[in-house]
Structures are given as C-alpha cells and as structure tokens.
T-cell receptor, first 112, second 113 residues
Framework: GENVEQHPSTLSVQEGDSAVIKCTYSDSASNYFPWYKQELGKRPQLIIDIRSNVGEKKDQRIAVTLNKTAKHFSLHITETQPEDSAVYFCAASKGGSYIPTFGRGTSLIVHP | EPEVTQTPSHQVTQMGQEVILRCVPISNHLYFYWYRQILGQKVEFLVSFYNNEISEKSEIFDDQFSVERPDGSNFTLKIRSTKLEDSAMYFC???????????FGPGTRLTVL
C-alpha cells in the first residue's frame, strides 16, 4: 500500500517568514495530492491540492509543488501569519480510489 | 456553504458497549467515508461507502465495525463491542463524485473507559 512520509514534525517560524513542509510517497500510481489544515480540536480542511499532470499550483500565499520522478511534493506558505498556526497533513491517493493516505502531520507554529 | 455534520460531538462509553456515531453528509454528495484519528496521530481511513454498499475498507475496519445509510440523509458508524483502543476522534467525510475533494465533518470524540 501507499506510504506517505512527512517532514518536519514541528516547524516554528517568525511571522512573515516562509514555511516549507515536505512529503514523499511510495506508490508511483498515486496521482492526487491534497493538503489539509487542522486547527486544534477542529476538522481537517482542504487548503490546496494538486494532480499529477501539474507540477505546481498556487493560491495566494500557499503553493504546492510536485516532483513525480522523485515522488515528493511540498507545501510552501509565504508571509506566514499567526493564524496559519495549525497541524498540516499531506496525503496521496490514486485514481479509482481517491482514498487518501495521510502523512503524520506537521505542527506549524507562527510566532508574532 | 453546506457542511458535513456529526453527532454527538463527544461520546463516553464503557468497554464492551456498542456505540453508533452519526453523520449527515452534504446533501448532493454520493460518496461517504469514515476516518479515525487517535490523539496526536495522523488521520487513518476506515471505510468508504457508495450506492448503499461498502466500496473500500482498511484493515482497521474489522467485524466489530459496520456502516449504514438508514435513510436519505444519515450515515452511521457502529462499533459493536468497544475496546479501549477504539478511543479516538472519528471523522465522517463526503465527496460529490468520489474523485473530488472530500469534506470532513467536525468529528466525534469517542472515549472508551
């Protein structure tokens, strides 16, 4: 089955800095990569996703890059704000299933 | 914006008891899912449901678990005889066509004593 590794487990940045979270996956058939943000005690919420026919996708301060050859994808948050503080989960899934396998999560702390 | 809802928000039960967790998916969605998240750990897939039957399930979803769509709006997860290790947050999710974004409910925190 699919295995998703996520690093770092904790990321502490100053407000205004950039944050990068990296994930690798094992199944080359995976073709859909969502990122979820989970605030303490709340539901996971999709913040951005990318499909394997695209190398990069951007939505305001958030961007995701995908390297299919290396089987890794990354989340980039620019100009971080305290409200970006949360746990971020990457996931990978493949067509026909679209059941995501989640990474272990990155706790992002943005210091004002 | 429509949201997935879940009840109860917190359920406390004794080991060996049966529990039913309830979910109301987004109304035009056709695919339904249950996930669990043990405190401090990642979200784990349990089961997916489409067209009134299970379409996929993980190895976590053993004979103690069952799902049902008893009417046109509810989607339930039943745990027949709860164990201590079933203590977790259980999330329901739904998607419109299975290949699209999954929207998560707020979760039910299950505590087994």
């Amino acid at each position: 089955g699919e295995n998703v590794e996520q690093h770092p487990s904790t990321l502490s940045v100053q407000e205004g800095d950039s944050a990068v979270i990296k994930c690798t996956y094992s199944d080359s058939a995976s073709n859909y990569f969502p990122w979820y943000k989970q605030e303490l005690g709340k539901r996971p919420q999709l913040i951005i996703d990318i499909r394997s026919n695209v190398g990069e996708k951007k939505d305001q301060r958030i961007a995701v890059t995908l390297n299919k050859t290396a089987k890794h994808f990354s989340l980039h948050i620019t100009e971080t704000q305290p409200e970006d503080s949360a746990v971020y989960f990457c996931a990978a899934s493949k067509g026909g299933s679209y059941i995501p396998t989640f990474g272990r999560g990155t706790s992002l702390i943005v210091h004002p | 914006e429509p949201e997935v809802t879940q009840t109860p928000s917190h359920q406390v039960t004794q080991m060996g008891q049966e529990v039913i967790l309830r979910c109301v998916p987004i109304s035009n969605h056709l695919y339904f899912y249950w996930y669990r998240q043990i405190l401090g750990q990642k979200v784990e897939f349990l089961v997916s449901f489409y067209n009134n039957e299970i379409s996929e399930k993980s190895e976590i979803f053993d004979d103690q678990f069952s799902v049902e769509r008893p009417d046109g709006s509810n989607f339930t997860l039943k745990i027949r005889s709860t164990k201590l290790e079933d203590s977790a947050m259980y999330f329901c999710a739904s998607s419109e066509n299975g290949a699209d974004t999954q929207y998560f409910g707020p979760g039910t925190r299950l505590t087994v004593l």
